[in-house]
């Protein structure tokens, strides 16, 4: 990663069927010291022992659906089983009368770093003060292993715009930034043509004119 050349200033064509993604990285290097919060009413945070891959799936488009959550769509099956059954990748949802209203997954492969990897809800959890619970919550899972001084996570110009300033608030702080391509599932039928209305989808697409 470190010898990655930076883009150069101006316009970069993309190829058909291709999406940018601008992302930003965000780290904490300490828990923030405020108030533990009770758990929002009727919900628990229950850990998932392991995943039944259809029931991931369907929770993680019921998530990123309106942002174009792709990137577990565009893993080939037998990689995306490895990656929820490896032992570092662990997963919490917050659960609401039987119901995952949410995920938090992590990376706990570094000795002294964890990365959430996925954070979201489902629309009609959002609001409410769940999501900071949801936070509180990963953050003190995260710091509670043993040696680890740095808490991660990236978001991206796709996702809610609402995520951006809520990380900040929750305490993390943005470090870096980078372009992710990567293809359009929804031309790939892995996803349904309407989701993600703010990025509008293009069937035919060709070189644009950069002048």
Not at 6 to 34: C, I, Q, S, W
Not at 140 to 163: N, Y
Not at 174 to 197: F, I, N
Request: glycine fraction near 10%.
């Amino acid at each position: 990663m470190t010898d990655t050349p930076f883009l150069p200033d101006g316009y970069h064509a993309l190829a058909p069927g291709k999406l940018a993604n601008l992302v930003t990285f965000l780290e904490m290097t300490e828990r923030p010291e405020r108030p533990r919060r009770p758990a929002p009413a009727g919900y628990a945070m229950e850990p998932v022992d392991r995943w039944d891959t259809e029931a991931f799936l369907d929770l993680y488009r019921e998530i990123g659906w309106e942002w174009l959550w792709s990137s577990r769509l565009l893993m080939p099956r037998d990689k995306l089983e490895a990656k929820l059954a490896a032992p570092h990748m662990r997963s919490w949802c917050p659960v609401k009368d039987g119901r995952r209203m949410g995920i938090v997954e992590m990376d706990l492969s570094g000795p002294h770093e964890t990365e959430i990897s996925f954070f979201g809800l489902v629309p009609d959890a959002v609001g409410g003060g769940i999501g900071g619970w949801m936070m509180r919550e990963a953050i003190d899972i995260a710091f509670a292993r043993p040696g680890v001084k740095r808490l991660w996570l990236h978001t991206c110009h796709f996702d809610s715009p609402q995520a951006l300033p809520f990380y900040m608030h929750m305490g993390f702080t943005p470090y870096a930034r980078a372009v992710e391509v990567h293809d359009d599932v929804r031309l790939l039928g892995r996803l349904d043509e309407s989701a993600g209305p703010h990025v509008p989808m293009i069937r035919n697409g060709r070189r644009p004119d950069l002048g």
